[in-house]
């Protein structure tokens, strides 16, 4: 069965810190892609990659940087966590049947 | 205009009511149609896949009418454990697998 993992279902952190969140999937699949989901505002992409080391933005990449050094792995990088960070973060991964979905990281920042 | 518009509801039917929801999407080059279910604190599931021709899943059927730049999701017999948002998804014409979600469609199925 085809699987998105990301590294932590709940998180706090402290505004100012650097915040690292994981994806890895068993899928093979190229194009990976991280968004933020909000109450009312929907799906909001940040950062895509649609091959090692290629990454490119989406339509809220301020604030956030990304990492994919190997294919299976697509990070998401908070360099200084604001309080207006906070929220539900969902890894995809793209293949012939639309996306896969990791189970999402909900990230508070105090 | 938003690039994939959906009514957000919420819907609120009876168990066994016939439910509908449309969506119209911006970009006639679009290729690729999907609906998406998302429970309450989970990620978004593939629902269906939308085909030109329509397609039915048990009691689901989409459809796709490229003319008007709309889709929809017939739910028929609705369940309780249909109570979920469903978001109306549309490829972006580039070969970066990237897709556009609607803000979703929340339907509560009441006994």
């Known amino acids: 069965d085809v699987k998105v993992t990301q590294s932590s279902r709940y998180l706090v952190k402290r505004t100012g810190e650097k915040v690292f969140l994981e994806c890895v999937q068993d899928?093979?699949?190229?194009?990976m892609f991280w968004y933020r989901q909000d109450p009312g505002l929907g799906l909001r992409l940040i950062y895509f990659?649609?091959?090692?080391?290629?990454?490119e933005k989406g339509d809220i990449p301020e604030g956030y940087s990304v990492s994919r050094e190997k294919k299976e792995r697509f990070s998401l990088i908070l360099e200084s966590a604001s309080t207006n960070q906070t929220s539900m973060y969902l890894c995809?991964?793209?293949?012939?049947?639309?996306?896969?979905f990791g189970s999402g990281t909900r990230l508070t920042v105090v | 205009r938003k690039e994939v518009e959906q009514d957000p509801g919420p819907f609120n039917v009876p168990e066994g009511a016939t439910v509908a929801f449309n969506c119209t999407y911006s970009?006639?080059?679009?290729?690729?149609f999907f609906w998406y279910r998302q429970d309450c604190r989970k990620e978004p599931k593939l629902l269906m896949s939308?085909?030109?021709s329509g397609n039915e899943d048990g009691r689901f059927t989409a459809q796709l009418n490229r003319a008007s730049q709309y889709i929809s999701l017939l739910i028929r017999d609705s369940k309780l454990s249909d109570s979920a948002t469903y978001l109306c998804?549309?490829?972006?014409?580039?070969?970066?697998?990237?897709?556009?979600f609607g803000q979703g469609t929340t339907l509560q199925v009441k006994p």
């Open positions: 995809a991964s793209s293949g012939y049947y639309g996306y896969t």
């Open positions: 899928m093979d699949h190229e194009n």
């Open positions: 990659s649609y091959d090692v080391k290629m990454k």
């Open positions: 970009n006639s080059a679009s290729q690729s």
């Open positions: 939308v085909y030109s």
């Open positions: 998804v549309v490829n972006t014409p580039s070969n970066t697998g990237k897709l556009i």
